[in-house]
């Protein structure tokens, strides 16, 4: 998280790891964002997802990627024709064109089967963008367009900001400059909540620090919390720890500590007993408890209120906004902030204006489902957003302060706001929680080998969405020797249901 509410150092910038002594190396990959849309009932089987996959990967390929990791139930094809799809619900959308049933497949924005004599790709290429979309009878004629990407407009009784093509490529550009150049909890998070994917040997290094780190700081061990959740997996069984149980009885947490803690707690709906030292109520009477009379948050409370701390606290409030006590308690600190704005829409940090303050507070309102459009937050035609473009250096990352060099902590809170700007929520909250009781070790140093994983390490009732990590497999003669790469890969597989 943000050195500004950790009070730690500034995270370091760690090149990718060699290759292990005799490790093979990896097949190299292209990048795809992949969809499924299905237009009976107007909805996602898969939304807009980027996955890294080896180079020469096809549709046959990518379909077989997807069922093997339980983004699909079942996939049937006749050569390179659709049969059926059936989702993770297990509904099924069988091809039958005599009563109008198709699959159709959108590469770049052209339809296949399209025209006479054009042919779908054999292989993918790097930076494709592939849509595969199911129309029954009547929708024939719809527009295809009209489903290229999810509904980004925010859903306000007071208005919204309609989503833009630079911030969608701020977006994609920033991710990939810090999973290149940042390896460690806070990026492993800002990566997975954004969706992005990462090589097993990055997550592999972040993770055995992790594991290896048995005695983390407060602020630390929230973050591992959150960084292992974001990669799929349940920080309650974790290379033979429970970082869950590690936090309840954690002593003299503060209100940073509090803040992070709570929002860990929350990122998978963790269950927290109500009477540990550390439960969910006594961290919002820590949180609580730093507000200054004028609304602001503070480390200790009298002193000048923060406008990143008091962002972060709302963050970790919004879940609880019903409260008859923390609903008051929110809407005092939105007062505070909203007077804290700049004429230019810029939040300011150390008084200067602050990539990471101005992101914190986008990512605040989107958690308590405030529009950017509220007036409290906008200034003439200007608005946060316009105003976080400002530290945007363009191709890579943000920096804190504009026309610096990018940097990992102000990348991370833009990509955040970003992200909860595009879906409309909160990023640091799964969608969908992860369950199950087994253990993944990442505490040893070799790769997991398609010998050793025969036998699941996770129950087979979880079904998660993974959003990080996914090195997929090819079809043919390469589909033995590459469907094992590395340890996220065997437990991915695991988690599909056996068939």
């Known amino acids: 998280m943000p050195s500004s509410v950790l009070a730690a150092a500034d995270s370091d910038v760690v090149s990718e790891s060699a290759p292990e002594s005799g490790e093979e190396s990896l097949p190299s990959s292209i990048s795809l964002t992949v969809s499924i849309f299905e237009n009976v009932g107007r ?5 807009p997802t980027q996955l890294s996959v080896p180079d020469g990967t096809g549709l046959g390929s990518l379909l077989s990627v997807l069922n093997q990791y339980a ?46 004599g054009l042919t779908p790709p054999a292989a993918f290429s790097d930076g494709d963008t592939v849509q595969l979309v199911y129309e029954s009878g009547g929708t024939a004629e719809t527009d295809l ?14 208005g919204s900001l309609p989503w833009e093509d630079s911030y969608e490529y701020a977006l994609t550009t920033g991710s990939s400059w810090l999973r290149a150049n940042v390896q460690t909890p806070f990026a492993l998070t800002v990566l ?17 620090e992790i594991s290896e780190d048995t005695s983390p700081s407060g602020t630390q061990l929230a973050q591992d919390i959150l960084a292992v959740t974001f990669s799929g997996i349940s920080a309650e069984n974790f290379s033979g720890r429970d970082l869950i149980a590690e936090m309840l009885p954690y002593p003299d947490l503060g209100r940073i500590e509090s803040i992070l803690g709570l929002i860990a707690y929350d990122s998978n709906q963790y269950e927290i007993p109500t009477d540990a030292l550390n439960s969910r109520s006594a961290m919002l009477n820590v949180i ?24 972060f606290a709302l963050i970790s409030l919004a879940p609880y906004r019903d409260d008859a006590t923390v609903g008051p308690c929110i809407e005092k600190a ?57 530290f945007y250096n363009e191709g890579t990352g943000f920096s804190e302060r504009t026309g610096r060099d ?8 833009a990509l955040l706001a970003l992200e909860s700007q595009r879906t409309g929520r909160n990023p640091l909250v799964l969608s969908s929680p992860i ?65």
């Open 43 to 47: 909805r996602w089987l898969l939304s």
């Open 406 to 413: 990018p940097d990992a902590e102000a990348t991370g809170m």
């Open 435 to 499: 369950t199950g009781s087994g253990t993944i070790d990442f505490s040893v140093s070799e790769t997991v080998s398609e010998e050793s994983s025969s036998e699941p390490l996770l129950d087979q009732e979880t079904r998660m969405k993974v959003r990080v990590g996914l090195v997929a497999a090819v079809g043919g003669a390469a589909v033995a020797a590459l469907a094992m790469l590395g340890v996220l890969l065997h437990w991915r597989n695991k988690y599909k249901k056996k068939k």
């Open 71 to 116: 983004f699909l139930e079942d996939v049937r094809m006749d050569g390179s024709e659709i049969l059926s799809i059936t989702d993770e619900d297990g509904d099924v959308f069988p091809a039958n064109p005599s009563v109008g049933n198709n699959w159709i497949m959108v590469v770049n924005g052209i339809e296949y089967p399209g025209e006479e």
């Open 192 to 208: 997975g909540a954004c969706g992005v994917t990462v090589d097993h040997r990055y997550l592999t290094q972040v993770l055995r």
């Open 334 to 390: 939105l007062g505070w902030l909203a007077g804290e704005m700049g004429e230019d829409c810029l939040f300011s940090d150390q008084q200067l204006p602050s990539c990471t303050a101005t992101g914190a507070v986008i990512l605040a309102l989107s958690s308590l489902s405030v529009p950017l459009t509220d007036e409290r937050f906008t200034v003439g035609d200007q608005n946060l957003l316009t105003a976080l473009m400002q």
């Open 288 to 311: 609580m408890a730093g507000q200054n009379e004028d609304g602001g948050i503070a480390q200790v409370q009298g002193e000048e209120s923060s406008v990143i701390l008091t962002a």
């Open 145 to 158: 367009s009209a489903v290229s990407t999810p509904d980004r407009t925010l859903s306000s009784a007071t």
